[in-house]
């Protein structure tokens, strides 16, 4: 919704912990050309980006794309550019790189700036999953509502968006309920303030521990997303993975 909220730190760790929970093949990629900071959060470096991908399209194959990511925990990532493109670079079209992960990939999480321009608005149109990482501060609800509207106004469905509420406390900022009242939207899921654990993460450029109050949270958006394999019942039917990206057939 708004710089700061945490959407990068939500992308990582949903990108681990899809990893940790399915096994499946998982992507990220850091899709924001001007202030991508998925390479200082992981402590990773690469001399090729996601413009790269784009630049190569018509050559990629499997040791092209190979030599373009880097393994992390087990999660394949694509980072932005190290230096900030030039403003006079419109970049509009991701579906080189959406259509070369989508076979390559069970899951793609894409991490970008914001829902502003026609890059990220055709980023929100092929994903199967839109996140709206916002807080439950008032400055970051309005930046929110503005983002809803613009998605709106675009014709993004509201089906798609799925609102996740970051750095979660009860007794500071909107309740959950207020939230979704006001935003005419439901909250798809809370994310519990959780400083240290995640600072420590931060700091070591590692996922953050399933087993923390935030760590948790993730589980349960990876769950509700679907990625998450569970033990059949008795008498009910065993529900097959999704992806923030599916694979396309025809």
């Known amino acids: 919704a708004k710089v ?8 990582c760790n949903l990108a681990f912990q899809w990893r940790r ?12 050309p001007l202030t991508g ?5 992981l402590k ?18 499997a040791d092209l794309w190979g030599a373009m990511v ?58 199967n999953e839109l996140l709206l990482v916002t807080t439950n ?13 613009y998605l709106d106004t675009n014709r993004i469905g509201r089906w798609k968006i799925r609102l996740v509420v970051n750095r979660y406390l009860r007794d500071v900022g909107l309740s959950r309920e207020v939230i979704g009242t006001a ?9 519990p303030s959780d400083y240290d654990a995640v600072q420590k993460a931060l700091l070591d450029g590692k996922p953050i521990p399933a087993s923390t109050p935030f760590g948790k949270g993730m589980a349960e958006i990876v769950e509700r997303l679907g990625g998450k394999s569970q033990p059949a019942k008795k008498g ?15």
């Not at 501060?137 to 509207?149: D, G, T, Y």
Request: proline share 4%; charged share 20%.
């Open 70 to 127: 880097r393994p992390v925990h087990g999660v394949d990532v694509l980072l932005a550019p190290e230096l900030m493109l030039d403003q006079n670079q419109d970049l509009r079209d991701p579906s080189p790189i959406l259509e070369y992960a989508r076979h390559a990939y069970d899951v793609v999480i894409l991490d970008t700036s914001s829902v502003y321009t026609e890059w990220n608005l055709n980023i929100a149109r092929a994903a």
């Open 4 to 11: 700061a909220c945490g959407a990068t730190t939500v992308a």
């Open 183 to 191: 935003l005419h939207t439901e909250v798809f899921e809370t994310l």
């Open 44 to 61: 990773v470096k690469s001399v090729y980006s996601f413009l790269d991908a784009l630049q190569r399209s018509n050559e990629l194959d």
């Open 236 to 250: 009910s039917s065993l529900s097959g993975l999704l992806g923030l990206f599916s694979k396309t057939s025809k």
């Open 21 to 32: 929970t399915s096994g499946k093949k998982v992507l990220l990629v850091d899709m924001d």
């Open 37 to 41: 900071n998925l390479s200082f959060l």
């Open 137 to 149: 501060e008032l400055p970051a609800l309005q930046a929110a509502q503005r983002a809803l509207s």
